[in-house]
């Protein structure tokens, strides 16, 4: 069980210190919005910057944007909003374009990438979330680097993240990278809409999503990036749970990795994971040796659990095992493939009592007033 490779990076603030990370790129950076082309001297700059940082030793996955910008241009389609079908269209179109691209900028630099097309199912479902981790570790282990984006052709609205800031957030927590750059056309997190309000400051470095965070980050805008500061809050969140940095950086600039040291690139937002302490035990908790019992949970519980969230009563569907509360359990999703493991926070005895049902129900049931979680998500390590 991975938890995740930040282990001493929650206070550092240079990108330099990373070991593995996840670099997304914004349609808006790398496709020219006029023509609909590729920015080829956007592309070289970064292929350089993966390059330096390659030879760092450091490994890099790239998310790249851009599919359906380039491959709407490309069909003759200039409308700005596009029908599910027609965006389906103009990423089969775009995507090869947009692979060649990067293949051509970072061969130049003997660098091999390779495409993964991902969609949600691959990151949510247990199976198949391990299935693309372990296909990612591969090219890693044979110096690739990796370019992903998610498989709009076959995505329909229920089905589809529509944004690659969370897609490349659960990329991130999925091969336990120490850090996650957002490169966009805003250089960090501000206060308000800086287009909008001319009060708006930038807010250099953030902790925690507190509501007022949630309320400074207004509304998603439409465009060819879904994006905009909504979804890369929902990003954050992904990595605080994966113990994971988080970066929103200026991406306009050529060399804009490297910009994030030298300052060149003027500020920009760095979401810094929780403390080491709560890191270390997380860290003793996924270590233990010998669960005392076995959480099962539905299947609506175990998306919770994937998403950060603690474990309630109301998704526990069996309890095995005769632990006291405290103790190490397992958590087993429906088709009892392993999900995590945590602290419990009641009896075996207590917690087949109260499964199934509702947090305000436990104290009718037990008589007394217990936990609301039955694992606190603080408590609860996710593999
Ligand atoms: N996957 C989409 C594309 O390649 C972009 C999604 C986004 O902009 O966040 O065009």
Redesign the pocket.
Known sequence: MTESATGMLGHSRKLSDSRRMVVKI??VLLVDEETGTIRQDWLDALAADVAACRKAGQEVILV??????VGRRHLGITRPNLKLEESQAA?AT??GR?AHAYQEAMARHGLTTAQILLTLDDTEQRRRHLNARETLETLLGLNVVPLI??N?TVATEEIRF????R?AARVAQMVGADTLVLLSDVDGFYTADPLSNPEAVLVPEVREITPEISAMAGEAKPG????GMV?KLMAARITFAAGCRMIIAPGKLLGALAAIDDGSGDSCTWFLPSSEPKTAHKRWIAGALNPAGTITVDEGAAKALAKGGSLLPAGVVAVDGDFERGDTVLVRGADGGEIGRGLICYSGEDARRIMGHKSDETEAILGYRGREEMIHRDDLVIE
């Open positions: 914004g349609s790249s944007s851009g599919a359906i910008a990423a775009g995507q947009l984006n998610e709009d529509g944004d690659n800031d897609l060819d990036g879904s994006g979804t």
